[in-house]
């Protein structure tokens, strides 16, 4: 049964995701290279903790579990039943990360990987127990949304899958497992097909940013929580589909690698909320109260969803 679990890297979705480990009951280390990653971890615990408040999200009967946070990988995995890697998308880095840990920790600790897309096969190839690997993909931000994707790689054993779908379940989330081991998985596949079809049609004048955005979030977003993409078939009916793909498909972006508007801003420092300016402009100030307003409405929608609105 998994009780301990080693979050290593504690970025922008570590300190949501040991939130939310604790508030399910679960002890939880957490460890990163930067001094300031865990500095700034510690200091959004709170928030996090706030936010399950109102999401009304209680504790077990056993009551919460803890955050510890250390600045020493030995001392963060030891005795760990899991431990959830969170490093930066890179598969060197990633495989940095493993071969460090390889010999402190037991043949049988479960080693997830929070990757957004890396094939967990290949990042198996870095570990010395490939059974007890598997892919952990919550989504952004990792304490609000409930819904996080299992993946096992070539070599994972079928009991690891099983013990991490459990645990998801056992604290209330919502594990969806992945039956192949696809580059983006499932979640990101689609999002990014998404994604390349928005900016393709910014990038051409089609739309201006904002509207493009209010298209999506009122017209597509809004809808599709409540109806995924299989039933949206059914309700707008297969015949329409049909029509509609048979001459639309054939002029979507297929572009293959990435958009130069994207390369252009990425090359110019310009990553979004990170650094100030993406595809908007934010100041400190308006980060704070952007990130307060949607993490409110997420609440409101998610409770709304759940039926407890
Ligand atoms: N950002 C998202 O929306 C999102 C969502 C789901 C999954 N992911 C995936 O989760 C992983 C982490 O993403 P992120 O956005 O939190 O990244 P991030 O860049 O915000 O944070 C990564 C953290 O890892 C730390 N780090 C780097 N090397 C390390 C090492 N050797 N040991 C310990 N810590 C180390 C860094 O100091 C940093 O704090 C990635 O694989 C990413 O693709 C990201
Ligand atoms: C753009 C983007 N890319 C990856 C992920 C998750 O792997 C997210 C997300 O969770 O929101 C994302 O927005």
Known sequence: MIQRI?????????????ARLARGGLQVAAYDVAPVAIERARSMLGVADSVLDALGIAPPQAGVGTVRFTDDLGDAVSGADLIIENVPENISVKADVYRAIDS??????IVASDTSGIPITKLQEHIS????????HWSNPPHIIPMIEVIAGEKTAPQTVTTIRDLIRSIGLLPVVVKKDVPGFVENRVLYALLREAVDLVERGVIDPEDLDTCVS??????IAVIGPM???DMAGLDIYKSVSSFLNADLSNRDDVAPMVLEKTNA???????????FSYTPE????????????LVAVRRILEGRG
């Open 6 to 18: 080693a979050i290593i890297g504690l970025g922008t979705m570590g300190p949501g995701m040991a």
């Open 231 to 233: 039933a949206l078939l």
């Open 129 to 136: 127990h490939p059974e007890r690997m598997v892919g952990m």
């Open 104 to 109: 402190l920790i037991a043949s049988d600790t």
């Open 286 to 297: 308006q980060t704070k109260a952007l990130q307060g307003e949607r993490a409110r409405k």
């Open 269 to 279: 420092s310009k990553f979004g909320i990170k650094s100030g300016e993406g595809m």
């Open 218 to 223: 009122w017209g597509i977003g809004y809808k």
